[in-house]
């Protein structure tokens, strides 16, 4: 097929240049190569994820974790693919659940997406989009029972899981009709349906499952601390998930728009800020700098900034990030505390971190950043002009007359 480029001058003298491959496309193909560049950045953090469980555990469980978290990928892809999408997104979804008109990928919108902020890109590609966060989900859990779980239960178990616990609690915040959505909960890119819900599950994992054997093969009676066997593991995973974090928050904005950068910058800042918190509580503990406090942390403030991403400046990043990092590291020693083996500190990180986190986006959200994606919108659309400030902003008229001219009548905009 053949493409044809226009070039032209409006009347301010900018220059303008359109592609008329196929000009009853109503998306704008700059989102969607962004939309598919962040759906491969978050799938790189499934593997970041298992190369750090797997450097913080013991050396006889490392090729384990790496493939419990590495299989997380085809069966959730399988599960989304099936009737995940359609629980979860379905435009008709109700305030708890969605349906099953979209099983398979059937019936999907070429024209925009299912949510206000994807209106602009295929629902096709939001679909792949939303797939990487519900494998992310289903990966953080293993880190809970990680070195006593086989490999083929822990497979059902998250094909289920993601079915029954994922698809629902996602539904209820981020569908259209969802309760949590409907009250005005603010959650931007999954404090909530990723991290407390992978969170609180990789506790209740723990419990069922019970404590680890020591080496000697004796059942201890407190939780003990494994050495991690590789560190490098630890700090390369932290790499893949920092990376793949930029995709994770800044490709929620569903464009390539301010708002995108915006989650980038923040994010950043909220990973730096854990980071240092965390190493710098525990150099204060122990004298030691360590790499994986260091890469702890920076999880930490990653998860704390998730819910706020897309809501949050810069400065307010500094403050989640440090807040952050410290509760989650408090957290961590709970463990020692109530005598719960929580192997890779999934509920300290990822339950604790994400509750804070939405806790203090409802705190410093801005409006000013929301606007950015055109969520909010300064400017007045063509009826609101027409029916005046006070009728469209305030819902009544300076002025009452019996004789009411047509500007004192509400109009009832389609849009």
Same mark, same amino acid.
């Not at 050396?59 to 974790?65: G, I, P, T, V, W």
């Not at 109700?94 to 990928?105: A, D, E, K």
């Not at 998250?158 to 009250?183: H, P, Q, R």
């Given at each position: 097929?053949?493409?044809?480029?226009?070039? /032209?001058?409006?009347?301010?003298q900018? =220059?303008?240049?359109?592609n008329?491959?196929?000009?009853?496309?109503?998306?704008?193909?700059?989102?969607?190569?962004?939309v598919?560049?962040?759906?491969?950045?978050t799938?790189?953090?499934?593997?970041?994820?298992?190369?750090?469980?797997s450097?913080l555990?013991?050396?006889?469980?490392?090729? /384990?974790?790496?493939?419990?978290?590495?299989?997380?990928?085809?069966?959730? /892809?399988?599960?989304?693919?099936?009737?995940?999408?359609?629980?979860?997104?379905?435009?008709?979804?109700?305030? %708890?659940?969605?349906?099953?008109?979209n099983? %398979?990928?059937?019936?999907?919108?070429?024209?925009?997406?299912?949510?206000?902020?994807?209106?602009?890109?295929?629902?096709?590609?939001?679909?792949?989009?939303?797939?990487?966060?519900?494998?992310?989900?289903?990966?953080? #859990?293993?880190?809970?029972?990680?070195?006593?779980?086989?490999i %083929?239960?822990?497979?059902?178990?998250?094909?289920?899981?993601?079915?029954?616990?994922?698809?629902? #609690?996602?539904?209820w915040?981020?569908?259209? !009709?969802g309760?949590?959505?409907?009250?005005?909960?603010?959650?931007?890119?999954?404090?909530?349906?990723?991290?407390?819900?992978s969170?609180?599950?990789? =506790?209740? %994992?723990?419990?069922?499952?019970?404590?680890?054997?020591?080496?000697n093969?004796?059942?201890?009676?407190?939780?003990?601390d494994?050495?991690?066997?590789?560190?490098?593991?630890?700090?390369?995973?932290?790499?893949?998930?920092?990376?793949?974090?930029?995709?994770? !928050?800044?490709?929620?904005?569903?464009?390539?728009?301010?708002?995108?950068?915006?989650?980038? &910058?923040?994010?950043?800042?909220?990973?730096?800020?854990?980071?240092?918190?965390?190493?710098?509580l525990?150099?204060?503990?122990?004298?030691?700098?360590?790499?994986?406090?260091?890469c702890?942390?920076?999880?930490?403030?990653?998860?704390?900034?998730?819910?706020?991403?897309?809501?949050?400046?810069?400065?307010?990043?500094?403050?989640?990030?440090?807040?952050?990092?410290?509760?989650c590291?408090?957290?961590?020693? =709970?463990k020692?505390?109530l005598?719960?083996?929580?192997?890779?500190?999934?509920?300290? #990180?990822?339950?604790?971190?994400?509750?804070?986190?939405?806790?203090?986006?409802g705190?410093f959200?801005?409006k000013?950043i929301?606007?950015?994606?055109?969520?909010?919108?300064?400017?007045?659309?063509?009826?609101?002009?027409?029916?005046?400030?006070d009728?469209?902003?305030?819902?009544?008229a300076?002025?009452?007359?019996?004789?009411?001219?047509?500007?004192?009548?509400?109009? &009832?905009?389609?849009?």
């Amino acid at each position: 097929m053949s493409e044809s480029l226009y070039i /032209s001058l409006d009347n301010n003298q900018q =220059l303008t240049m359109t592609n008329d491959t196929n000009p009853s496309e109503k998306f704008i193909r700059g989102d969607v190569a962004w939309v598919l560049t962040a759906a491969c950045f978050t799938w790189l953090m499934t593997p970041g994820i298992g190369l750090f469980y797997s450097g913080l555990a013991r050396r006889k469980n490392a090729l /384990s974790l790496i493939m419990l978290c590495f299989l997380a990928i085809p069966i959730v /892809s399988i599960q989304w693919y099936t009737w995940g999408y359609s629980l979860t997104f379905n435009k008709n979804a109700g305030p %708890f659940i969605g349906n099953l008109q979209n099983v %398979f990928f059937l019936n999907l919108d070429w024209d925009s997406g299912p949510t206000d902020a994807s209106q602009n890109i295929p629902e096709h590609a939001f679909a792949v989009f939303e797939c990487m966060f519900a494998i992310l989900s289903a990966a953080i #859990i293993v880190g809970g029972a990680a070195e006593r779980i086989r490999i %083929f239960p822990t497979i059902i178990f998250i094909f289920f899981w993601s079915t029954l616990v994922y698809d629902v #609690i996602a539904s209820w915040c981020w569908s259209k !009709n969802g309760w949590i959505a409907k009250l005005g909960g603010l959650d931007y890119a999954g404090g909530i349906p990723v991290h407390v819900s992978s969170g609180a599950s990789a =506790l209740a %994992f723990c419990l069922i499952v019970g404590r680890r054997l020591e080496d000697n093969g004796m059942k201890p009676r407190r939780v003990i601390d494994v050495i991690p066997h590789n560190i490098i593991n630890v700090v390369i995973g932290t790499i893949f998930l920092w990376f793949g974090w930029f995709g994770f !928050n800044a490709g929620t904005a569903m464009a390539a728009n301010k708002r995108a950068i915006m989650a980038c &910058i923040v994010s950043n800042l909220s990973a730096s800020l854990g980071g240092l918190t965390w190493m710098f509580l525990d150099y204060w503990r122990n004298g030691n700098l360590y790499a994986v406090s260091f890469c702890s942390g920076a999880i930490a403030g990653l998860v704390t900034i998730t819910s706020g991403s897309g809501y949050v400046s810069p400065f307010s990043a500094v403050i989640f990030g440090v807040i952050g990092g410290a509760v989650c590291n408090f957290a961590a020693r =709970l463990k020692f505390i109530l005598n719960f083996d929580d192997s890779m500190d999934v509920f300290a #990180i990822h339950c604790v971190g994400g509750l804070i986190g939405s806790i203090l986006t409802g705190a410093f959200a801005d409006k000013y950043i929301a606007h950015y994606s055109g969520e909010f919108s300064w400017e007045l659309n063509e009826a609101g002009e027409l029916d005046g400030t006070d009728i469209t902003e305030h819902g009544e008229a300076a002025y009452c007359f019996a004789d009411a001219p047509e500007e004192n009548v509400i109009r &009832i905009n389609d849009n």
